[in-house]
Every structure is written in structure tokens, then in C-alpha cells.
């Protein structure tokens, strides 16, 4: 498999919520919105030689995904009533604003998190990363369950602070 190929299957899988979420919302079937999905996924890979490195992937394999649902929409327009193309077009455009907030929302996360103190950022991976329990994190830590809901607690409202203050003030009211 060649570079071009690996970078844009990792790509391709990574987004693979983004695209769900966007076509999802234009459809709202999951049935057919899965259905939508592998095919832009097919036409993805079909045209894979055409996405060039560096450029904006999720842009194109939404745009993909809009024809794609266009293309199913005229389909289902022969069976039944669908939306009509201009509220599609609206739906689509709600779609890549909202899907554009999560992944700002997501990096906002991503920094909050960094920013937490090793042991904050253990507790909160061990416990919605991984799923473990909580007595499970407290035996491991050798901590009493108790000691380990606290710093949980602490942690996430840590959290809250910062994705919503976005300040570095949030994260320095305390350890565990």
C-alpha cells in the first residue's frame, strides 16, 4: 500500500463519525443514512487518486456525501415524498456549522485536558476512556473508592471550567 493509500485510509476512518453525523442529519434515517454512507465511502475510494495530501479532506468527503445524498434523495423522490432540494441544502449547511462546532468543542476538550494534572487526566481516561468502575480505579490506585469519586468530580469540574472559561485559572484549584 502506498503512502497516498495509507494516509487516505486513515483518513477516511477517522472522519468516519464526521460523515455518519453529517449524513445522519440530512436524511435523519439511520437506516438510510448508512446506506448513504458506504456508498460515498465507495465513491471515496473510487476517486482516492483524485484527494490530494495537505487539502482539506473533510470539506471533500462532505461535498462527496452531499451528492450522495442528493443522488439517494432523487431515488427516494420516485417512492415517496422527501425533502425538496432547497431545505436538503440548508440541512446540509446546519449539518457542516454543527459538525464544525463538535470539532471545535472537541479540540477546546482536547487542550482542557492536556491541562489537567497527570493524575486528573489518569482518573478521567481510566473512567470514561477505558470504563472502568470506580472501585476498579480506586484498587488499582490503592485509594478508597470515596477518595476517587472526589478527584473525579474535581476533575471534570476542572473540565467544565476551562471549556468554558478557556482559562488556565480553571485547572489550578487543587490536587488529589
Not at 482516492?48 to 479532506?57: H, P
Not at 423522490?77 to 446546519?94: K, S
Not at 470514561?128 to 468502575?133: M, N, T, V
Request: include cysteine; charge should be negative.
Amino acid at each position: 500500500m502506498s503512502d497516498h493509500q495509507l494516509e487516505f485510509v486513515q483518513l477516511l476512518t477517522s472522519h468516519q463519525g464526521r460523515l455518519y453525523a453529517y449524513v445522519i442529519s440530512m436524511l435523519g434515517n439511520p437506516d438510510q443514512a448508512r446506506d448513504v454512507m458506504q456508498e460515498t465511502n465507495a465513491v471515496l475510494w473510487q476517486k482516492s487518486d483524485d484527494f490530494q495530501s495537505g487539502t482539506n479532506f473533510a470539506a471533500w468527503m462532505m461535498q462527496t456525501a452531499y451528492y450522495q445524498v442528493m443522488a439517494h434523495r432523487q431515488k427516494m423522490n420516485r417512492e415517496r415524498l422527501v425533502f425538496d432540494d432547497a431545505m436538503t441544502a440548508e440541512l446540509a449547511e446546519v449539518a457542516a456549522q454543527r459538525n464544525d462546532l463538535m470539532e471545535q468543542r472537541h479540540a477546546k476538550l482536547q487542550d482542557c485536558l492536556a491541562k489537567l494534572s497527570d493524575t486528573h487526566r489518569d482518573l478521567i481516561r481510566a473512567r470514561y476512556q477505558d470504563g472502568f468502575e470506580l472501585a476498579v480505579i480506586a484498587q488499582t490506585m490503592n485509594r478508597k473508592t470515596n477518595a476517587i469519586k472526589q478527584a473525579l468530580f474535581r476533575a471534570r469540574a476542572a473540565l467544565i471550567d476551562c471549556v468554558k472559561l478557556n482559562s488556565d485559572d480553571a485547572l489550578t484549584g487543587g490536587s488529589s
